[in-house]
């Protein structure tokens, strides 16, 4: 689809489904977004507009019904969240097939920033810093409040499964090409220790620095709900602790700007339920080992000539840092 009949459609969609639209204007592609496309624009209703953003699939057109499905569940997640009053965009519709722009969604439009070095160094951010790691705590717990028959549609993945999808991903493309004696010790560790399968709630599945948007104030929305599940709330407290998303400040464990204590007891007095100090430290090492393969995926897909790039091989490097983490996380654990 050519430029104008993309933005051409864009402007029909928004008049048809947005009360008072007459409309488009200020369509701009944006970088964010590594699996889908995602550009901002407004709609305008007579002398007011409204800010948006689109995502949807690259070029419109969906990788497989499955890829489809899991775009369109996105969506229900967000407005669910958005409804039981989490900090999520609101989505104003999704797109149908006779709008002719593909498998996607249109979201108000949130200002701020996502860049974590901004957020952990910019002086626009000082006085938020301090406050952050507790407004996460927050912000989780009504995420894992969502009744769960309000999100029956999408997979439960347990404990156990999270093993073994990422001990499968491992085994088929780097255990005889390119083994690692510390990944292979933090699975084994990992497999004595899967926590058994209790309180299970709604995850966002990837809550971390730059999929969350900061103003002066802290925390205003919680974006990319792409691989939201059903499975164990403590996932989600433990992914914005990895090292890869601290951006250089190790000694601040939540997201570079925090300590734990700190999220645990926002995230306590917002829910009452009391953290497992233990099984978040689980999934802060099973995390650094997943992102550690997912790094060695990215090299992969270059070296087989799959996805051939700059970025694919330099993220694939960045698997030697998850061995590092692993090291230190993994002695600390053993020692205590």
Known sequence: MADGEFESALNAAAIKYIDGATGIAGLQRLTAGASQETWAFDAQTGESAIPLILRRSPGGVPESEAKAATQRNEARVIQICFEHGVKAPE?????????????????????GETLAPRILRDDTYADARPKLAGQCGEILAPIH???????DFLEEITPQDHWQNTWEAY?????????????????????????????????????RNGNLIYGPEGVRAVLDWEIAHIGDPMEDLAWICVNS??????????????????????????????????????WEIFGSLRW??????????????????????????RSSECEADLMILLGGADAS
């Not at 409040?145 to 999100?151: D, F, I």
Request: hydrophobic letters at 35%; proline letters at 6%.
């Open 145 to 151: 409040a969502v009744p769960r028959e309000k999100v």
């Open 171 to 207: 085994e088929k493309y780097f255990l005889e090409w390119s083994p690692s004696p510390v990944f292979d010790y933090a699975f084994a560790w990992l497999k004595e220790r899967v926590p058994a399968r209790d309180r299970v709630t709604l995850v966002h599945g990837d809550f």
């Open 245 to 282: 998303w601290r951006f250089g400040n190790i000694d601040r464990p939540v997201g570079g700007f925090g300590e734990r204590e700190q999220m645990f007891e926002g995230y306590e007095r917002a829910s009452g339920i009391k953290v497992d100090p233990d099984r978040v430290k689980y």
């Open 91 to 111: 989505v104003m519709f999704s797109l149908k097939p006779e709008d002719g722009l593909g498998v996607g969604y249109v979201m108000a439009r949130i200002d």
């Open 292 to 317: 550690g393969v997912t790094c060695r995926g990215m090299a992969f897909t270059h070296l087989t000539g799959h996805d051939r790039s700059v970025e694919r091989p330099a993220i694939g490097r």
